[in-house]
């Protein structure tokens, strides 16, 4: 009985001691409200009308997915997904799109600064696409899904 509470005790002190390598942006985010800037012109929108976009973040990978909330039969259905690796350097976030269903992203990197308080991550940078067009500055403001 004494090995027992011994090796209760010696676990309990093993795991209280050990450090996270947990990265605070690890978990599953919903995208609240998306500001593009392109051209001089300013598009913000609301995803908590109409549509769900989520992204979540392991150790290694990100995915996001987005799709309407209508369940209207009239309604243009909305669908949109993408995945790959990061890289997390301080507060510098490099997505390396892998996936998507719109393949003219899969391959190009697109670096953000992040910012995260409490649940709120804050992701703002450029996405560049030369061979698209695209040229616009992205920011994305989630919350935390518990």
Request: with cysteine; glycine share 8%.
């Amino acid at each position: 009985m004494r090995l027992i509470h011994l090796a209760v005790g010696l676990f309990l002190i093993i795991s209280s001691c050990s450090t996270s390598t947990r990265k605070p942006i690890m978990g599953t985010w919903k995208l609240i409200t998306g500001t593009l800037t392109e051209k001089g012109q300013t598009t913000v929108t609301d995803y908590t009308k109409g549509k769900s976009f989520i992204k979540i973040i392991n150790d290694t990978h990100f995915a996001f997915t987005l799709h309407d909330t209508n369940d209207d039969a009239d309604t243009t259905k909305a669908f949109a997904s993408g995945a790959g690796r990061y890289t997390l350097n301080g507060d510098s976030y490099t997505e390396h799109l892998e996936y998507c269903t719109d393949r003219q992203w899969e391959g190009h990197d697109f670096t953000f600064t992040i910012t995260i308080s409490n649940d709120t991550l804050i992701q703002r940078g450029v996405e560049k696409i030369e061979s698209q067009g695209i040229d616009r500055l992205n920011e994305e403001r989630y919350i935390r899904v518990r």
